[in-house]
Structures are given as C-alpha cells and as structure tokens.
C-alpha cells in the first residue's frame, strides 16, 4: 500500500492565524445581517404598528431601511476585502493589523444610530403637541 504524503502549504504554517482571520470574518458577516434585518424591522415595524402614516414619516422609515440595507452591504463586502488582504499577509509575514474597517463601519453605525434617535425624538415631540 502506498501512501502519498502531502506537501505543506503556505497556509499550514499559520494555521492558527488563518483560523483566527476566518472566525473574524464570519463574526463581521453576521454583523452585516444584523444591520440588514434593523433595516427591514425598522420599515416592517413602522407601516405595521402605525394607524395613520405620514407621507414623511414613511419616507424617513424606508430611508432608514435602506441605509441599513446599504451599510450591511458595505460592512459584507469590506469585511470580504479585508479577509482576502490579511490572508495574503498573513502568508507572506507582512500582516499588520489595520484598524481602518473597524472605524469606517463603526463611523457608519454611529451617524445611523444618531440619525435614528434624532427622527425619533422628533416624531415623539411631534406626536405630543
């Protein structure tokens, strides 16, 4: 019986890192489908809780739902881009850590989160008088 042995990759050298790039990945994927499905709940809640829609509120919902949209896209394919470009440098030895994704999409988040707060404290304001 005659067993073939395998040639090490590149990629065995660094296992543990490769793994640890992947792990990282996966946890920004399901970040991007968490700010997709804010997206959807957000215009899901807001045409089926309301009694009577205004045609702004309705506007300021499906925008809200579509820059969740477009941020969970973006946070997929920069997570993506990142992944492919660590594991590069990964294997060639090069690798440092980038903190530019982490900021843009944190950036991103922040100015959301305030939008939303901000067309929320005006609707409640707005509902009160």
């Known amino acids: 019986m ?26 920004w994927i399901r970040t991007a489908i968490a700010i ?11 045409f089926t809780l309301q009694d009577k829609i205004s045609h702004t509120a309705d506007l300021v919902a499906v925008f809200l739902g579509g820059l ?25 030895q090069t690798f440092k850590a980038s ?12 100015v959301c989160l305030i939008v939303m707060g901000v067309l929320y404290i005006i609707y409640v304001i707005n509902k009160m008088y």
Do not use: C, P, W
């Open 99 to 110: 903190h530019n994704l982490i900021m843009i999409l944190s950036s991103s988040l922040v």
């Open 68 to 92: 969740a949209f477009l941020l969970g896209t973006a946070t997929i394919l920069l997570s993506s881009f990142e992944y492919t470009k660590k594991r590069k440098s990964i294997n060639q």
């Open 36 to 46: 997709i499905g804010i997206g959807f709940v957000i215009v899901n809640l807001h």
């Open 2 to 27: 005659d067993i073939q042995k395998e040639s090490q990759t590149v990629d065995s050298k660094f296992i543990q890192q490769h793994l640890a790039n992947e792990r990282t990945y996966l946890a």
